[in-house]
């Protein structure tokens, strides 16, 4: 005997007789999920603005512009490779071209947004150096292939999927993948001129593989007398109240990248979009916290607006993996933890000499990973969610579920780091990755796209 049919399932089906014949079959969802997913999705493209505004905050000014044009390119780009190859990857139907009844373009464009959130992780890490031509074919594979592929591996009833492997809103699937690409670019592509003083390039055979051309003094500083004249120390950070103005619209975006995981509002849906927000919101608070704590454990008591950039957005990230099935208490202390994670993964990179301008390898990376391997360890059964982890009696079950969220994290982020390798070391050969000495020394504002904020004028080395 068939179950009752629940009222909302009769809803859709009253709306559906609403609804011309022939057009009976584009009714596939609650109109409340539709407009839901629709309102989501477009704030987490709104993201991209928040992306934007903090990239072009830790940059010098004369590559801001050069910023924000890539930005908008990868994402208009990036929606064209995802409509005609991306989606169909990932979940083996491909968009409609003209005929369209019967396809859910509500779940295509959450989709979309998701997969151009992971592609803008790749322009933090390579600011200031990267050739922009070069960059929007990355960025073009990124969104149309690379994250499609961590899709299919997963949410896309792949092998990974199958396994059980559990990652509510992205937290590896998104940003982890991103951020595994985006510190395979930093580390190819070199760090910008004058960054790092005692920087070594790569040697050896590794020489030849990275298509390292120059030599140390080259990264480490200006090499002659004109190049001194034209050079700009790199700083930390250009605009810390746009940088944390960036940050901040990040935040609210991240507030409906989680809660959009529930691809509606029907059913028990809204419940748990209403525990994912509040929990995204206690791990984000939790944030705050670490910068103190990793203040104090320096010896400081003060914060910079880097380090709470940072943190914050490591805690939010850290939020997407399980912020439906992880009590608040705990949501707050992931939080601290992931804060305290980037934190630290940012000084790592440092200490590498790998240039992550505005440390997104260190906030979408370890953070990532460690929200993901919270379900098995935390998660405790509710009104909204099934996950029993292993503080609260998972078991046997806990352990193996932790086992596939290990393998699950390690073989999506291998995935994104030699394709991305894979990618750029073409790009390299065809048409060059990085920018030339001249372009970062001038402007990539001028060089790349004709735009003169006055500095030329004023400089007559330029």
Not at 147 to 173: H, S
Not at 199 to 211: A, Q, T
Not at 379 to 405: H, I, Y
Request: hydrophobic share 50%.
């Amino acid at each position: 005997m068939e179950a009752p049919l629940t009222q909302d399932q009769l809803w859709v089906i009253g709306m559906v007789s609403t609804l011309p014949e022939h057009c009976h079959g584009a009714r596939i969802r609650h109109r409340c999920d539709t407009v839901y997913l629709c309102t989501m999705a477009a704030r987490v493209i709104g993201m991209q603005t928040g992306f934007a505004m903090l990239e072009a905050a830790y940059v010098r000014p004369m590559h801001a512009a050069n910023i924000m044009m890539k930005n908008l390119m990868d994402m208009f780009l990036g929606c064209l490779a995802y409509y005609f190859f991306g989606y169909g990857i990932a979940y083996g139907q491909q968009p409609a071209m003209i005929d369209d009844v019967g396809f859910d373009w509500a779940f295509w464009f959450t989709a979309f947004s998701y997969a151009t959130t992971t592609a803008t992780i790749d322009s933090g890490a390579l600011a200031g150096r990267v050739n922009f031509v070069s960059y929007l074919v990355l960025s073009v594979f990124m969104t149309g292939v690379i994250q499609p592929l961590a899709v299919q591996m997963t949410w896309g009833g792949g092998w990974l999927g199958q396994m059980g492997f559990i990652d509510f809103a992205g937290g590896v699937v998104v940003h982890g993948v991103g951020a595994s690409s985006a510190v395979v670019c930093a580390a190819y592509c070199g760090p910008r001129i004058g960054r790092f003083r005692n920087y070594r390039p790569w040697s050896g055979s590794f020489r030849w593989l990275f298509m390292e051309r120059w030599a140390a003094q080259s990264y480490q500083g200006p090499t002659s007398e004109i190049e001194r004249k034209v050079f700009l120390p790199v700083m930390p950070i250009h605009n810390p109240v746009q940088a944390l103005f960036g940050t901040f619209m990040l935040f609210t975006g991240f507030l409906a990248f989680n809660a959009a995981s529930t691809l509606g509002v029907t059913g028990i849906h809204d419940l748990v979009a209403a525990r994912s927000s509040a929990n995204t919101l206690l791990a984000t608070a939790g944030s705050a916290v670490a910068v103190y704590i990793s203040a104090s454990m320096q010896g400081r008591v003060n914060i910079s607006p880097s380090e709470l950039s940072t943190a914050l957005i490591g805690a939010t990230v850290a939020s997407a993996g399980c912020c439906n099935s992880i009590p608040p208490l705990f949501a707050f202390l992931v939080g601290i933890t992931a804060g305290l994670l980037a934190l630290g993964t940012r000084r790592l990179m440092e200490r590498l000499m790998i240039d992550d301008v505005v440390a997104a390898v260190a906030a979408h990376g370890p953070p990532g990973i460690l929200g993901v391997l919270a379900v098995p360890l935390f998660a405790k059964p509710s009104c909204v969610s099934t996950d029993r982890g292993l503080l609260f009696g998972g078991g046997r079950e806990a352990w193996k579920q932790l086992g596939v969220q290990l393998l699950g994290c390690l073989s999506l982020t291998a995935l994104s780091a030699l394709s991305t390798f894979v990618i750029i070391f073409f790009i390299d050969r065809i048409i060059g990755f990085r920018c030339s000495r001249a372009s970062e020394l001038i402007g990539l504002d001028f060089i790349e796209h004709g735009f003169d904020d006055g500095s030329l004028a004023a400089s007559p080395e330029k």
